[in-house]
């Protein structure tokens, strides 16, 4: 399983960003997909999750919630992350993730390599 990131930048606060996530080698639609961040100094954070196709679930961190939306694409086998109204505490390394077992939600296994978020004031 691989899990390619991308979309990062240098927004201003307020602003917004949207990123993705290209996974390869299974069954897209079968596994939920997840989206986490880490902070200098702070430990990582549940961002979002989206379940697999057939369950239509999503869920978010506290901190996000009504500001981003995560949805997936499953002909591009690919998850999004859409962030609204960015603040500075959103600046964070994001990760999107992957359980191992299909139709499973949580128990993260597989990590991409992350994309810097950087919210100015």
């Known amino acids: 399983v691989q899990l390619q990131a991308s979309g990062g930048g240098l927004v201003q606060a307020g602003d917004s960003l949207r990123l993705s996530c290209a996974a390869s080698?299974?069954?897209?639609?079968?596994?939920?997909m997840g989206w986490f961040r880490q902070a200098p100094g702070k430990e990582r954070e549940f961002v979002a999750g989206?379940?697999?196709?057939?369950?239509?679930?999503?869920n978010y961190g506290d901190s996000v919630k009504g500001r981003f939306t995560i949805s997936r694409d499953n002909a591009k086998n690919t998850v999004y992350l859409q962030m609204n109204s960015l603040k500075p505490e959103d600046t964070a390394v994001y990760y999107c993730?992957?359980?191992?077992?299909?139709?499973?939600?949580?128990?993260?296994?597989?990590w991409g390599q992350g994309t810097q978020v950087t919210v100015s004031s």
């Open positions: 993730a992957t359980p191992r077992r299909a139709f499973t939600f949580g128990g993260y296994d597989y």
């Open positions: 080698g299974r069954t897209f639609s079968e596994y939920a």
């Open positions: 989206i379940s697999w196709v057939t369950h239509g679930i999503t």
